[in-house]
């Protein structure tokens, strides 16, 4: 994925960093040009720059950074892919929650992340867009902004572009392309089930491929058309074949310590840029090793 554009400034009179971006970038906010400093998106003749007050003299070159200011840094159980004012995408392993519950609110991405934006301004915050189950991994977007959050979750449908998991499911699956559609709802104990019956719950589709298969599992790519809680899951325990490590919708062994399911490609529209992103990452080993 290309990174956004830079900008370049030639200082032509004396004084301090963050009164020359000030005047430079007059459409952000004080606090917003702050975070890019603090970021390290900015570089005064090809070094960066992150201290307020740096000086300028005549002829000094600044360049300021958009885009993916923090990508690739990890944190417990993440990893950041993308960061600007208005959203944070990240790659999360399995066993890490997405946010806080009952019996644990510190070791979570959410946790994480707002501890992350809140170094670089007090003031910051994150807010949940989508989740990703529990013992997912994969891609996962939180806005960093009111409005940005309000975007994406008023039109969640129109913004994502493409959402792509990998499933590692038990046996041969035999139809090497396939849709499951049904209706979900959820049960006082938090089961999701599932009925043929329209009207009988949430309407849930899902497309399915075959990437790989021998007698005992099957690697599938996974489409969803709609945005179910544990849709995949309840629609590959509807097929026959339960996704590897989940016990909870028909799995009866787990060959891998993990639940075999990936997040593997988010693309959406910006929502306050309007730019296409696409972030894809790599199967998991585990996957993988069970093919040879």
Do not use: C
């Not at 892919?81 to 066993?95: F, M, P, S, W």
């Not at 996704?243 to 929502?271: E, M, T």
């Amino acid at each position: 994925m290309k990174k956004e554009k830079t900008r370049e400034f030639m200082v032509e009179e004396q004084g301090e960093l963050l009164g020359f971006l000030l005047d430079r970038l007059s459409n952000r906010s004080r606090n917003s040009v702050k975070g890019i400093m603090t970021r390290g998106q900015v570089s005064v003749n090809g070094q960066a720059v992150t201290k307020h007050n740096h000086p300028l003299r005549p002829g000094d070159r600044v360049t300021i950074h958009f885009g993916m200011v923090s990508a690739g840094k990890k944190l417990n159980g993440l990893q950041i892919l993308h960061e600007d004012d208005d959203i944070i995408v990240i790659n999360k392993e399995a066993g890490l929650l997405s946010i806080a519950t009952a019996k644990e609110r510190d070791l979570t991405a959410y946790k994480q992340l707002m501890d992350h934006v809140r170094s670089q301004n007090a003031r910051n915050r994150i807010f949940i867009v989508h989740r990703l189950d529990r013992d997912t991994s994969g891609v996962m977007m939180f806005a960093k902004n009111e409005k940005a959050k309000r975007l994406l979750q008023s039109a969640w449908q129109e913004a994502v572009l493409e959402r792509t998991y990998i499933a590692l499911v038990a046996g041969r699956v035999e139809q090497t392309k396939g849709t499951m559609t049904s209706w979900l709802k959820e049960t006082k104990t938090y089961i999701m089930v599932s009925s043929k019956r329209p009207g009988s719950g949430q309407k849930a589709v899902t497309h399915y491929s075959v990437l790989k298969s021998n007698r005992a599992f099957s690697l599938l790519e996974v489409h969803l058309e709609t945005g179910r809680k544990n849709q995949i899951r309840v629609h590959m325990q509807d097929l026959g074949h339960p996704i590897v490590g989940d016990k909870k919708y028909g799995s009866k062994k787990n060959v891998i310590g993990r639940l075999g399911l990936h997040a593997q490609v988010l693309a959406f529209k910006h929502p306050i840029t309007g730019k296409h992103l696409r972030f894809e990452t790599t199967i998991p080993d585990k996957f993988l090793q069970l093919f040879g």
